[in-house]
């Protein structure tokens, strides 16, 4: 009897677990208004809300590992910074418990707040001050905030503030409109850095992507302007990822693939996709060609904070630079676990939490939460995110938990939603996909083309038509029987189509096979062609322009004078010895090798009144003289 009473207990703790974990124990996102926290599940339908007691809710923060809300209140009594902790997934109390994290010791304004879950510090912006502070949540009541960064003697004005925890950096927004800045600095305190320092106006929240290294801020630009925008960690590949008008955007939050920020003219909650719309240097004209943001929903109080889950335990553990922070909370978390088990006795009650968390999850007692592995969520590691994520393919998990599905041949996108042969063949067409992958259709009767678009009828009445007016039309051969069938249907076609013959028959029947015999034959005859012009054409050339004649002078000449001639003073001597020397026409000669011309002569230009004997005299022109 009392075993039964045992295994009845284990079961009421297990459906109250159940209870909780579909209830007020799990939720996605949070919103601060004015007068409350509202809490929603990921399809963005409330599922709690608290923190009623308080006037003027602000900044807003989340502690993922121990489940634990961080806010501000600008106008509480005694403090202004909170937490709030949600009943635990096995807790049977519906209590919210909140406690006062700092007291107030002035008029703080803090525009937001940032938890550091390595060192469990908080960090946030006290406008008021123009101060970033720093406490820790394990120091002692006594113990005061300390003063991080102080910019009262700067022109500085702090605003949003994010925190990148696996690298250690804090990143910051300064909203004075004459030198708005987006700043980082290390965790101890050293190496600021001014990483965006242009088009910026009023610069709000900002907060940091670890899955996708990026930051991201929204701006409330001159006039009725906002943009929302992203960067690298260092403040390079600046992109705007949204650009409008009309709105107040005020803080922000992002997820795997969206963003969402609150906007305090429409008292509402946007959403748009991470990707940018547009790089910094885009034309206007592609701005507005952009994907316009959309409502999620509206409120009847101003809204100012936004968080959501961004489960970086499980999708950050394989990270480069986020696995090592990540296995120190892990290791931390567990820590506290085996502590809290030999303090909490009941064996039961520890068996029941060991087997709480299913797909190998990791039960953490502190906070009454598991910790899943890559590819599983939900309360209790449930949930599968492969299941049905691929409509018609196979799903994979990569190492920081997103889907990839492998799609079935002939589907396409994210999730294989879509087929390729989906609308693609008209007028009762049958589609197939072939090798390649790619659609092919198969048409009905009458119809043809890639996408069996063409009306084979429609085509074929047309020609049909003019046949009755000129007998000479020529008609496809394909449209003959429809042709046929359209003129004899009734009296009323048979006026408006003729009937063609088949004429044109004869040209399909005696086809000309071109091979590749013939072809060699013809361009043989056509190169046979050309050359036979060519040489009657080179004949008839040398028929009518015979080549020039020889001229041909033979010159003696003496080198020393005989006895018996005359004597000096009657002629000139004669030479004893003689040679003789054959000149050729010049123009058979090469100028260059023999010349013949009279240098002076040759630069002369000659009329074309001369005759041949001056021609032949200027040809040896005092050569007689240069003879002796």
Request: contains cysteine; charged residues 25%; hydrophobic residues 30%.
């Amino acid at each position: 009897m009392w075993k039964y009473f045992q295994m009845l207990l284990l079961l009421m703790v297990l459906l109250a677990h159940c209870h909780h974990a579909m209830g007020d124990g799990i939720w996605d996102y949070a919103v601060t208004a004015k007068t409350k926290i509202i809490f929603y599940d990921e399809h963005w339908r409330e599922v709690t809300s608290s923190a009623h007691q308080f006037d003027y809710l602000s900044a807003i923060a989340f502690d993922e590992t121990e489940e634990i809300v961080y806010f501000a209140d600008r106008l509480h009594n005694n403090g202004s910074i909170f937490s709030l902790k949600l009943p635990r997934g096995g807790s049977t109390d519906d209590t919210h418990i909140i406690e006062t994290i700092v007291h107030r010791t002035q008029n703080e304004t803090i525009s937001s707040i940032a938890y550091d879950p390595l060192d469990r510090n908080v960090y946030w912006v006290d406008q008021r001050s123009k101060k970033i502070y720093i406490a820790s949540i394990g120091r002692k009541e006594t113990e005061s905030p300390k003063v991080f960064m102080d910019f009262a003697k700067e022109e500085t004005l702090p605003d949003g503030i994010g925190i990148d925890f696996c690298r250690r950096k804090l990143y910051w927004t300064n909203s004075n409109f004459t030198n708005a800045t987006i700043e980082r600095i290390d965790l101890s305190g050293h190496n600021r850095k001014v990483i965006v320092s242009t088009d910026l106006y009023l610069p709000h929240g900002i907060v940091v992507d670890q899955l996708s290294d990026r930051i991201y801020w929204v701006v409330d630009q001159q006039g009725a302007h906002f943009t929302v925008e992203s960067a690298n960690l260092d403040g390079t590949d600046r992109r705007i990822v949204v650009k409008g008008i009309n709105s107040t955007p005020f803080n922000l939050a992002v997820t795997k693939d969206l963003i969402y920020w609150t906007d305090q003219r429409h008292n509402a909650v946007f959403t748009h996709t991470k990707v940018a719309s547009e790089k910094k240097n885009q034309t206007e004209e592609g701005a507005k060609e952009a994907t316009n943001p959309h409502i999620i929903f509206k409120l009847q109080e101003k809204p100012s904070g936004i968080i959501g889950r961004s489960r970086y335990m499980t999708t950050l553990k394989q990270d480069d630079h986020c696995s090592g922070v990540v296995n120190k909370i892990k290791r931390r978390l567990l820590d506290s676990n085996i502590v809290s088990s030999i303090n909490n006795n009941p064996s039961n009650m520890t068996l029941l939490h060991r087997d709480y968390c299913l797909n190998d999850g990791e039960y953490i007692a502190q906070s009454g939460i598991c910790i899943c592995k890559v590819g599983y969520v939900g309360a209790r590691c449930e949930t599968n995110e492969c299941h049905n994520y691929c409509m018609h393919g196979t799903c994979t998990m990569s190492s920081t938990g997103q889907q990839k599905c492998s799609c079935q041949h002939g589907f396409y996108g994210k999730r294989c939603q879509s087929s390729k042969c989906s609308g693609y063949c008209l007028n009762e067409g049958e589609c197939k996909i072939d090798n390649n992958g790619d659609p092919m259709c198969e048409c009905a009767d009458n119809f043809s083309g890639q996408r069996c678009d063409q009306n084979s009828t429609e085509i074929c009445s047309l020609f049909c038509r003019i046949l009755k007016y000129d007998s000479d039309t020529y008609v496809p051969f394909g449209c003959h029987d429809i042709c046929e069938e359209l003129a004899s249907a009734n009296e009323e076609t048979a006026r408006l189509y003729a009937i063609p013959t088949y004429k044109h028959l004869e040209v399909c029947k005696d086809q000309v096979t071109w091979t590749n015999t013939i072809i060699i034959a013809l361009v043989a005859g056509v190169v046979s062609c050309l050359c036979l012009v060519l040489l009657i054409v080179h004949g008839v050339r040398r028929f009518y322009k015979p080549a020039r004649p020889r001229i041909k002078k033979t010159f003696v000449v003496r080198r020393q004078p005989a006895a018996s001639s005359d004597t000096p003073l009657t002629n000139r001597p004669i030479a004893t010895e003689q040679c003789e020397i054959t000149i050729e026409n010049c123009c058979n000669m090469n100028y260059c090798d023999t010349p013949c011309f009279d240098p002076k002569m040759v630069q002369q230009t000659l009329s074309r009144d001369n005759n041949a004997k001056e021609d032949k005299k200027i040809l040896i022109h005092n050569m007689e003289d240069d003879l002796y």
